[in-house]
Nanobody
Framework: QLQLVESGGGLVQPGGSLRLSCVVS????????IGWFRQAPGKEREGVSC????????KYVDSVKGRFTISRDNAKNTVYLQMNSLKPEDTAVYYC???????????????????WGKGTLVTVSS
């Protein structure tokens, strides 16, 4: 059974850091592009970052550039999202998702993702 499970969320003060993990099972991570998305209360889901299946190309939404870093460890079937200099506006449920597109590019559009995790809550507050 194909599954994505996020972890690493929690409560952090502004300026702090968190590392989210997305562990995949039921398929080999090597052949999938992975995206991180978030949904804040009362807002639409937003694509945050993605990493391609070939070459590890990455993309970031402008609001997190320079603060967030996506990476993948195919041997561990895990994708990470390192989040630094967190701001209250980063508060949201964060989801990872997998796309069956195999190539050197990735996209942060929800409609290109085939599989989704259930999310982990990140709260940035003092």
């Amino acid at each position: 059974q194909l599954q994505l499970v996020e972890s690493g969320g929690g409560l952090v003060q502004p300026g702090g850091s968190l590392r989210l993990s997305c562990v995949v099972s039921g398929f080999t991570l090597d052949y999938y592009a992975i995206g991180w998305f978030r949904q804040a209360p009362g807002k639409e889901r937003e694509g945050v970052s993605c990493i391609s299946s070939v070459g590890g190309s990455t993309k970031y939404v402008d609001s997190v550039k320079g603060r967030f870093t996506i990476s993948r460890d195919n041997a561990k079937n895990t994708v990470y999202l390192q989040m630094n200099s967190l701001k209250p506006e980063d508060t949201a449920v964060y989801y990872c998702a997998a796309s069956t597109y195999y190539g050197r590019v990735c996209a942060t559009q929800s409609d290109v993702m085939n599989y989704w995790g259930k999310g982990t809550l990140v709260t940035v507050s003092s």
